[in-house]
């Protein structure tokens, strides 16, 4: 019996020795693993046209869900990522999220990717009074003036004039300044958007619009589209695209000469590897906002070390390799949320908005500070010109002097080529 007793003494001695260290070592992750989970939803372009983007962002996602839960979690829980694929259709988007919100009870909300994909999300969340995450869309909350909608994408108060600030503030400085501009886009929302800043920038500059036309969203063949622009000799082509159009543009350009002093502007998908190298050095001088790319002025705190662990995922997953155009930007829209939730120590929708208002969020694409719109309070939209490009190898394409900022002067990382021509020399 003594035996027996000692026994029990030394289990229920090392049981509570456990106990101690567990706590003593902070092993908040073990902790956090009995807990009930966070769940955040949201749809993403899975197929479709956008999905090879909407797969790059939904794995920077996972990886901040990761890092996250190896920390222990959020509020000591961990973070479930539950998600559905909206096929790029914006039909199928309030259907997806008021399964989210109704069936799978999840307790934050955030958007898939684009402009078209969040503008069907918006009347919804409004009506159930979430706060709402936007992942590059550009202008959504324009009309609804939503005081929980916060955007990850660095276009400021006017986000729609920021995809062209850059463009034609260059144009101006030259000398002779270029005279008359021409306009195309796609009859859609991003598109629309686009190009309604760029009138305002061709206006406030007193350029000459000689072409404004838009395209049907299903167009295959660009050819007489550019050979329509190429008839009104225009000084600068301005391009607003999503990225089957932004590539048939590019082709349909060098099939048929167009060789204006200045061209692109505000061409979704040229800095996707896929188009990278499938184009290669027929992108040579075209011009095209940024968000971030890989040159030594954006070198933001956490960006590397990011980059490096999605592209080791990246290849196992079969997603772009590269990652520069969205991935950083997704993983900073679930930090934002992330140290909200953390800063409000809850999951109070009002809180949590009223919370992202009033901070300034360290991420790895830099310093995140909103406006009233949610907006971003200071546009960042750079303006980069693609330079030097040889062959389709990809791995060129991590190293400076490709895709150089041109543009705001503080983060210039080159000078432009100007004419458009000289680049492609």
Known sequence: MMRRANCWSALRAAAAI????????GSETVLAQGKKPIRIGLGMALTGG????????????QIWKDDVNKKGGLLGRPVELVYYDDQTNPATVPGIYTK??????????????????????MPLV???????????????????????YFQIAPGGPNPAASFSTGFFELASRQNPKPKTVALVGADAEFAQNALAGARENVKHHGFQVVYDKTYPPNTVDYTPIVRAIKATNPDIVFVASYPPDSSGMVLAAHEVGLEPKMFGGGMVGLHYTALLTKLGPKLNGIMDYGFW????????????????????????????????YLPPWA???????????????????QKLAEYMHTHEFQTVIGKVKFGADGEWAKTRTVTIQFQNIKGSDAEQFKHPGKQVVVYPDDLRSGKLIYPYSAARK
């Not at 898939?112 to 999300?121: K, Q, V």
């Not at 993983?331 to 929708?349: H, I, R, S």
């Open 18 to 25: 456990l106990a101690a260290v567990l706590v003593l070592s």
């Open 50 to 61: 956008l999905a090879g983007n909407g797969k790059a962002a939904l794995l920077a996602m």
């Open 100 to 121: 989210l919100i109704d069936v799978d009870k999840v307790d934050l909300v955030v958007s898939g990717y684009g402009t078209n994909l969040i503008a069907p999300a």
């Open 126 to 148: 409004m009506e159930r009074k979430l706060t709402f995450m936007g992942l590059f869309g550009l202008a959504n909350n324009e009309k609804y003036k939503y005081p929980r």
């Open 293 to 324: 790319v890989p040159e030594p002025t954006m070198k933001f705190a956490g960006v590397d070390a990011f980059l490096a662990k999605y592209q080791t995922e990246a290849v196992k997953a079969g997603v772009d390799p590269l990652g520069f």
């Open 331 to 349: 993983y900073a829209m679930m930090q934002v949320l992330g140290d909200a939730v953390e800063g409000t120590k809850g999951l109070d929708q």
